[in-house]
Antibody
Framework: EVQLVESGGGLVRPGGSLRLSCVASGFTFSTYNMHWVRQAPGKGLEWVSSISGTSTYIYYADSVKGRFTVSRDNAKNSLYLQMNSLRAGDTAVYYC???????????WGQGTLVTVSS | QSVLTQPPSASGTPGQRVTISCSGSSSNIGSKTVNWYQQLPGTAPKLLIFSNSQRPSGVPDRFSGSKSGTSASLAISGLQSEDEADYYCASWDVNLNGPVFGGGTKLTVL
């Protein structure tokens, strides 16, 4: 059974940093592209970043480019999102998701809440 | 503003058939496949339809998807109260090099 468990969310002041983690199990982690997708309170889903299985390909949404960094450690079956220069608009539940068909998210974690506020 | 366009709301009575549309462009739906997700209140999204019309195991055949040109649609037949949820479409965008989502459609079962 595919499982994705995020952690690292919390309350942070504007301009601060936070590192999210996602531990995967139930599949061969290194062979799948992974995504971070966020959802602001009461809003829809917004893609944040994607990383290929070997970290060769990395992409970011314009809204986070230059501030967020995605990485993975295949030996630890873990995905990370380093978030710097956080803004109020980054407040959201952050989901990690495994690619399924067509590269799109298929399996989702339960999410971790990031709140940026003074 | 979402890249893919969905109606913000839809509704139906138990047993009815409802459809939800999703409109995109040549850089996403027009050239790539579409997924649909169901999000129940307070939970993570769940894959409902992949590759335009395929259902993952465990998803009832009351749910069906289709795609034509730069648009896609999700149909739910035999509507049930437990279908009340938010529904999102998604497709890969070749210009953004990432998935794009619709704004979501809140389905109400009257």
């Amino acid at each position: 059974e595919v499982q994705l468990v995020e952690s690292g969310g919390g309350l942070v002041r504007p301009g601060g940093s936070l590192r999210l983690s996602c531990v995967a199990s139930g599949f061969t982690f290194s062979t799948y592209n992974m995504h971070w997708v966020r959802q602001a309170p009461g809003k829809g889903l917004e893609w944040v970043s994607s990383i290929s299985g070997t970290s060769t390909y990395i992409y970011y949404a314009d809204s986070v480019k230059g501030r967020f960094t995605v990485s993975r450690d295949n030996a630890k079956n873990s995905l990370y999102l380093q978030m710097n220069s956080l803004r109020a608009g980054d407040t959201a539940v952050y989901y990690c998701a495994r690619a399924f068909s067509g590269g799109l998210p298929g399996y989702w974690g339960q999410g971790t809440l990031v709140t940026v506020s003074s | 503003q979402s890249v893919l366009t969905q109606p913000p709301s839809a509704s139906g009575t138990p047993g009815q058939r409802v459809t939800i549309s999703c409109s995109g462009s040549s850089s996403n739906i027009g050239s790539k496949t579409v997924n649909w997700y169901q999000q129940l209140p307070g939970t993570a999204p769940k894959l409902l339809i992949f590759s335009n019309s395929q259902r993952p195991s465990g998803v009832p055949d009351r749910f069906s998807g289709s795609k034509s040109g730069t648009s896609a649609s999700l149909a739910i037949s035999g509507l049930q109260s437990e279908d009340e949820a938010d529904y999102y479409c998604a497709s890969w965008d070749v210009n953004l090099n990432g998935p794009v989502f619709g704004g979501g459609t809140k389905l109400t079962v009257l």
